[in-house]
């Protein structure tokens, strides 16, 4: 399912068209061979805190904003994946890049595909993690917990609002749209 993923995906240094007055971030998702069911691979994804300002209680992927010690937005997704996750960046193979996507507060959010090398067992490094969810790449593709819940028009562009029913509260926002992205350059 995954030997020609990297083929499909944006290079990981490809030029990013200027984001205008948003301000770019950069997240990580991170395919992860779960050994306990079979080298099935998941998906690695957090419940945001509900003490945080933005996006309190959301469902995302690791990542965040360029600190000013950050290479570069790369950088950014891995450090900031260490930093919630625990994620070793020596055990990452980056495959590429997604589209980025745009958000109403404020960010062009640059997402990454990784897949983790070797054993590796997620935990909450950071008090900005409620809790860490890791369902199946089949999972996502069920077409039973997908649903489309509408579109709307931003900033001239038509966007389409997918949901995930993987937990509660369910996979919904920027995030989901990243997770139909990498779904549909799965099936290729």
């Known amino acids: 399912m995954l030997t020609d993923l990297g083929l499909r995906l944006e290079g990981v240094h490809a030029e990013l068209a200027d984001p205008g007055r948003l301000r770019f971030a950069a997240v990580i998702g991170l395919l992860v061979d779960r050994v306990e069911v079979g080298e ?8 945001r ?59 062009m959010i640059v997402p990454f595909v990784g897949r983790v090398e070797g054993e ?15 369902p199946s790449l089949r999972t ?18 038509h966007y389409d609002l997918h949901q995930f029913n993987i937990a509660d509260p369910p996979l919904w926002g920027a995030t989901a749209r990243m997770v139909w992205d990498l779904i549909e350059r799965i099936r290729g």
């Open 40 to 47: 099935e691979p998941a998906l690695l994804l957090i419940e």
């Open 49 to 107: 805190s509900s003490t945080l300002r933005q996006h309190p209680g959301q469902i995302a992927f690791p990542g965040g904003k360029v600190e000013p010690g950050d290479r570069d937005l790369l950088d950014t997704a891995l450090r900031e994946a260490s930093e919630e996750v625990g994620l070793p960046r020596e055990q990452v193979s980056v495959l590429g890049r997604l589209t980025p996507v745009p958000t109403p507060t404020g960010y």
């Open 120 to 134: 590796w067992q997620p935990r909450r490094e950071s008090g900005e993690v409620e809790r860490i969810l890791m």
């Open 140 to 157: 996502l593709m069920d077409p039973a917990i997908h649903q489309l819940t509408g579109s709307v028009e931003w900033e001239g562009q």
